[in-house]
C-alpha cells in the first residue's frame, strides 16, 4: 500500500489523522509519501518526503498521482478537520516568530509565607484579539502535531527562566503545565531532559503539572511518564 499526504497538516489536524497514518506503516507496511512546504510530524515518520517548491514539480506529481488513480492503484481519502485552521496557521507562526510569552503566577507557602515557587502560563499576545487565553487554542494544537513544539517551547522559556532565578540566588521550583496530548507523547521525557541538561537546571526544579482529565486519559502511559 502507499499513502500519499498531500500537505501533512490536513492528515494530523484530524483527531485520529497521525495516528492513521502511523497505523498504516506499522500494521499495514504502507509506504508514506508526504508532500508539504511544511516538516510536519507526518513528514517525519514518512518514507519519503519532499517540499516540492517549484510549479513543474507539483504538475509532474500531479500528473503521477493522476494515472495511478486512473489505474487504480490508490484510492483517495479526503480527512476532513474540525480545527481552526486559520487560527493553527497564526498560532504556528507566532511560535516561529518567538511571539508567544510566559507569565509567572507565585506559589506561596501557608505556612512560612515565602514563595517557593512560580507556575508558568502561556500567553499569545494576538495583535488583534489581544492576549489569547490558552483555553482558546491549545484544543485544537493537540489535534495537531502543533502541541509538540509548542510543550517543547515553554519546557525550554521556563526551565531558562528558572535558571535565571537561582543565579541571582533565589531557589524557586518552576511548574508546567502538560496537556493529555504531550503526556501520551513518547518523546515527552526526552524533551525535558534535554531542557534540563541545556539549562544546567537539576530536575527537581521542574514541576509537570497534569489534569485529572489528562491522567484518566490513558492511566497506564500516565503512570508511565510520571514515574
Known amino acids: 500500500d502507499l499513502v500519499l499526504i498531500m500537505g501533512g497538516n490536513a492528515a494530523e489536524a484530524h483527531p485520529c489523522g497521525f495516528k492513521w ?7 499495514r507496511k ?26 513543474s514539480d507539483i504538475a ?6 493522476n494515472y495511478l488513480l486512473a489505474h487504480d492503484q490508490i484510492h483517495h481519502v479526503s480527512v476532513g478537520a474540525d480545527t ?7 498560532l504556528r507562526r507566532a511560535l516561529e516568530g518567538n511571539e508567544l510569552q ?32 490558552p483555553a482558546a487554542f491549545i484544543p485544537d494544537a493537540e489535534k495537531t502535531g502543533l502541541i509538540r513544539p509548542l510543550t517543547r517551547w515553554v519546557l525550554d ?18 511548574a508546567v503545565n502538560v496537556s493529555a496530548r504531550s503526556l501520551r507523547d513518547g518523546r515527552l521525557l526526552e524533551d ?34 510520571l514515574s
Open 60 to 65: 509532474f506529481l500531479g500528473g503521477v498521482i
Open 192 to 225: 525535558v531532559e534535554e531542557v534540563l541538561h541545556a539549562h544546567g537546571l537539576a530536575p527537581q526544579q521542574l514541576v509537570l503539572e497534569v489534569t485529572e482529565s489528562a491522567v484518566l486519559t490513558d492511566e497506564g502511559r500516565a503512570a508511565d511518564v
Open 102 to 133: 510566559l507569565h509567572y503566577q507565585p506559589k506561596v507557602d501557608l505556612k512560612s509565607h515565602r514563595v517557593v515557587g512560580a507556575e508558568a502560563l502561556l500567553r499569545w499576545p494576538h495583535s488583534k484579539r489581544g492576549f489569547v487565553p
Open 84 to 90: 481552526n485552521a486559520a487560527v493553527l496557521e497564526q
Open 21 to 27: 497514518v502511523v497505523e498504516a506503516k506499522e500494521k
Open 157 to 174: 522559556r521556563a526551565v531558562a527562566e528558572a535558571r535565571a532565578w537561582e543565579r541571582s540566588g533565589k531557589q524557586l521550583n518552576v
Open 30 to 55: 504502507a509506504k508514506l509519501v508526504v508532500v508539504d512546504p511544511r516538516y510536519t510530524r507526518s513528514a517525519a515518520v514518512s518514507d519519503f518526503y519532499t517540499p516540492l517548491r517549484t510549479g
